[in-house]
């Protein structure tokens, strides 16, 4: 049964009780249903227990900080999660997406900014397993594989060796956009706008951040990568036979 947005559930982990009220508010006006955690301690169990359709997660919080709430949530949720951060460094960003977060936002948050996200994402997981119903109704494969290397789209998973690959949700959705287009070249811009569903702004690393990720894991070489292909001022293109 396909999600409305008003039964989107999304927990906020914010330390900043007057700005985390006012965004449930703004959330809550435009159709979401909000709960709040102002203390980093309780969020890991909160987000197991409830298991929300997003966390939006502060990066400096009491008793636990982001990074450490994401990377210690990631083996069971697999919702999208989006960062705030108040540091313009990129290496917090960078951090984030390592640690398995989908997103980030810098503080001042604009509630229309975050609210644009919010929906951006929940769009494209509901579109990803809508369409992976569409194909298999339509007998279309969900599976693929090159040489080791296996990509469910169905089971959202993926082999090397049949040994399972450890993927965030929005690693899996990269590899699969990449895997099913391959021998082509895709460009950041198409695949920022296939899997964010928001327009490349031509300075947000996390396409770069998550492609460096994912090499190691399908056994490609960091380094002199065979199989991710970055091809200079245009894109990534996954090889069909290495």
Known sequence: MEQTNESWRILIVEDDERLAELTR??????????????????????????????????????????????????????????????????LDQVLGLEMGADDYISKPVKPRVLLARIRALLRRVTESAQNTADEASAEEPTRLQFNNLVVDRSMREAWLSDESIDLTSAEFDLLWLLASNAGRVLSREEIFTALRGIEYDGQDRSIDVRVSRI?????????????????????????KEV
């Open 25 to 90: 508010e703004y959330l809550e006006s435009n159709g979401l249903s909000v709960s709040l955690e102002t203390h980093g301690s309780p969020a890991v169990e909160r987000i197991r227990n409830e298991q929300p359709d997003l966390v939006v997660l502060d990066l400096m919080l009491p008793g636990e900080d982001g990074l450490s709430i994401c990377r210690r949530v990631r083996p069971f949720y697999s919702g999208p999660i989006i960062m705030l951060t108040a540091r313009t460094d990129d």
């Open 215 to 239: 090499r190691p894991k399908i056994g490609d070489d960091p380094v002199h990568p065979r199989r991710i292909k970055t091809v200079r001022s245009k894109g990534y293109l996954f090889v």
